[in-house]
RNA sequence: GCCACCAUAGCUCAGCUGGUAGAGCAGACGAUUCGUAAUCGUCAGGUCGUCGGGUCGUAGCCGACUGGUGGCUCCA
């Protein structure tokens, strides 16, 4: 995790990025008199500034603002802080409608710029600098020189709603990146293009995991034989696991009726994310986006004693979810996903254990894959979306969220808390991590539903021979699939572990002399439960070496004459390293050690 | 879904301001039999995403659609 030592809004960096901005809104400005500036923070590894203008800009314009972005910055003009009322601040953003906007908030105490609420109302200040004068609490570099005009790069230009609402106007947001020098600048510029080289979009066709085809759609993978060695290894993993930690495996349709995504609260709630319904015979029917209604069906078959609980259910369910076409990314972001989902029924009293052993199944996953780069995010509901996008009875809210954060900090589980994030049902625990480019994702969700085992008339006999309302937990450990693939692509630059390797050893004969063994050899490996394929092609050994090398193949075995007639191999291991005439038996039994252990080392 | 950009062979890409397609890799075939990241040669492969418009004529201009990319919104 990240640790923090100076925030970043206190750092240099931080200043010479929201200075920046102001410098392009002036460039801006001078480009178009009439335009309508917004707001214009820095954020991670830069800044953005968002605008309203007559006509949209074009990459020559972005040039065009650049060079006179350089040009303002050489003129070391101060930057000048003045603190004003409210008055004077509409005097001087009276022809600036989105300035207006934002003074209303501030006097009123209620907003900050991005529409969040505020304590109280704060000092309203102006920041000016050469021609511009912008709205602004700061804080700012003292001038304009101390942002190096080699230092920084507009990036691109993209479309975003005022305030973050899709209901609101689209703007113009110019993104740049600016640094302290111009070595910094070249580092992340640097740092941008091999991030690229492990975007799973690309390794994924390299390594032949998966295709999209227009034809089948967008959002939904094709998974290549390679792809789907990858899935069948994960899905065993989560089978042992789970087994271990007592869950059952069940299996239900892709398919339901209506009647039940009804009283699931899906239809209510949801909607908007599922595929339209098919009829036949007068009956509607929609795909899944969730497993947990025919999972509530499968616990309420039969009579439950509080001596059952807990009931944990597992299946890696395939669903369907209608994600907006802008949504889709990659294999991140699909409509067809399998998920490793499960639902737990569990007693109140049962809730703080079952939750931290989802946690606990969260981090032996996470030391296995050597993730350690992210966030635990507590989602929490949000007032105002109270019977629109969660369900309304507020009380049962805060006491879940209370429960969750409790077991939490028993359990001395870092987290951050963020309101309006929650299911419809219940708060979660979500755990955040980002692709190579950036990209933010959830990857685990553990969520607490309180409602819709109601709505379901779940319930078990208790110690009083009374009935009680089990609560129920979605877990989503290893993610789906399609998004833990993704991931793992990403994670380790498709090198592989042995053990999900889609090929683990391939057997090279150095001329044809050698075929027919290294098919032998293949085939005894394979034998002993390993991934093992044989190059008997017309190629020379040093191309069948690179194209290995270039699958990611984690060892290589090299057969000469010399190792047929000793019966033994030369191995060379995926990261170059060799080890000449060792025995056959030596090598499988090293293979089958790290596919066992599922090792990390090769 | 919204804003912008992009779409040429299986893949990566070239094709100047419109005169009707080209390379490398992959593939097939042939030669080569080689010691740790590319052996050589030959051949084949594209109604230039789709549909419509403009033009004497376009892969290159205009429009719509489809798909992708960068964001916004949304999310496992």
Redesign the pocket.
Known sequence: MAQQTERYEDTQLYKVRHSAAHVMAQAVLELFPDGKVTIGPP?ENGF?YDFDLPR????EDLQQIEKRMRQIVQGKHEFKKTVISADEARKIFADQPYKLELIEGLEQGGLDEYGNPLDGPPDISIYQHDTFTDLCRGPHVATTKEIKQDAFKL???????W????KNK?L??I?GTAWESKKELEDYLHQLEEAKKR?H??LG??LEIFI?D?EV???LPLWLPNGTVMVDELEALAKEMETNAGYSRVKTPHLTKEDLFIRSGHLPYYA??MYPPMELEGVKYYVKPMNCPMHHKIFSSKGRSYRDLPVRLAEYGTCY?Y?????????????S?Q?NDAHIYCSEEQFEQEFMGVIDLYKKYFDLFGIDKYVMRL?LHGKAGLGK?YVDNERLWVKTEDMVRRAMDNGGVPYVEVI??A??YGP?I??QIWSA?????????N?VDFAVPERFDLKFTNREGVDEIPLCIHR?PL??H???VGFLLEHYAGNFPVWISPEQVRV??????QNDYVEQLAKELRGNGIRASADV???????K???A??M?VPY?L???????QAGQV???V?D?S?Q??IPLAEFVARVKDKIARRAGEL
């Open positions: 954020v953005y949209n800009l074009t990459p990036m691109n230009v993209a479309g975003a709603y305030r973050g609402d899709e689209m113009q947001r993104y975007d979009r690309k066709r390299e999209f227009d759609g967008p959002g908007e994310s979810r994600e907006k076409s802008g949504e889709l990314f990659g294999l991140m972001r699909v409509r996903m998920m989602s996008k309006d994030e299911a419809f979660k979500d755990v480019i950036g990209k933010e994702f959830t990857l685990a969700t969520q989503a993610s789906t399609e998004r833990m090279i004969s150095i001329t044809d002399a092609s017309a190629q020379r050994m040093n191309a070496i690179r194209q090398q270039l990611k290589m090299v057969v000469g004459d010399n190792e047929m030369s191995l060379r995926r170059g060799q000449n005439n």
